[in-house]
């Protein structure tokens, strides 16, 4: 089974600073890999997803992260922090089921802290 | 384009007590999902439905919970009856049809959060 781990439970930074948020992933086979926010009382976003094609994938709001297979990691950043960032944070892996069908699998987030 | 909607938003029960959760996914989307999520921690996947068939459901607890999706539109989750550790909040999302080895982005809807007293 595949599953994420989130290395990080909060992460403070001030706005206009960088934003780094960790994720490492353990697969058997070549993943698919997103990011998900979630903003208090509001449904999960999606802000970008890796598929196998880019190593490096660019998503919404100025966020990107990189896949690489040789430190199993999938590393969320931003270069210049924003207070409409803060919020909570998921990596997700796309597991397959005995049906073929794809599941998500989601790490237990990163709560992102953004101070003035 | 109207997004997943989900009702109630919140619900407080006793502990034994029956609660039903309501989800209308996006028009047009075929498969829908139902994650139960305790605070803390990411959302776990109850079930899946395939139109109105179940493609998933290894990880709802039978004895207490059900989930149908009648005529693979709206869809309903119950629980009866209820424990201390059902308190999270339930998202439902929804998304075009899923295929084997097909990813179609999943649209969350705001969630119903549960406590159990």
């Known amino acids: 089974a595949q599953s994420v781990t989130q290395l990080d439970s909060h992460v403070s930074v001030s706005e206009g600073t960088p934003v780094l948020l960790r994720c490492n992933y353990s697969?058997?086979?070549?993943?698919?890999l997103f990011w998900y926010v979630q903003h208090p009382n509001k449904g999960l976003q999606l802000l970008l997803k890796?598929?196998?094609?880019?190593?490096l994938v660019k998503g919404i709001n100025g966020f990107e992260a990189e896949f690489k297979k040789s430190e199993t990691s999938f590393h969320l950043t931003k270069p210049s922090a924003h207070m409409s960032d803060a919020a909570e944070y998921f990596c997700?892996?796309?597991?397959?089921?005995?049906?073929?069908?794809?599941?998500?699998?989601f790490g237990t987030g990163t709560r992102l802290l953004v101070s003035p | 384009e109207a997004g997943v909607a989900q009702s109630p938003r919140y619900k407080i029960i006793e502990k034994r007590q029956s609660v039903a959760f309501w989800c209308n996914p996006i028009?047009?989307?075929?498969?829908l999902y139902w994650y139960q999520q305790i605070l803390g921690q990411g959302p776990k996947l109850l079930i899946q439905?395939?139109?109105?068939?179940?493609?998933?459901d290894s990880q709802l607890p039978k004895d207490r919970f059900s989930a149908e999706r009648l005529k693979g539109v709206d869809s309903t989750l119950k629980i009866q009856p209820a424990k201390l550790e059902d308190s999270a909040v339930y998202l439902c999302?929804?998304?075009?049809?899923?295929?084997?080895?097909?990813?179609?982005?999943?649209?969350f809807g705001p969630g119903t959060r549960l406590t159990v007293l």
């Open positions: 999302a929804s998304s075009l049809e899923m295929g084997l080895g097909v990813y179609n982005e999943q649209f």
């Open positions: 697969s058997s086979y070549s993943p698919s």
């Open positions: 890796y598929t196998s094609a880019a190593t």
């Open positions: 997700v892996v796309s597991d397959e089921l005995n049906t073929g069908f794809q599941k998500l699998v």
């Open positions: 028009s047009g989307h075929a498969t």
């Open positions: 439905f395939q139109n109105n068939g179940v493609v998933d």
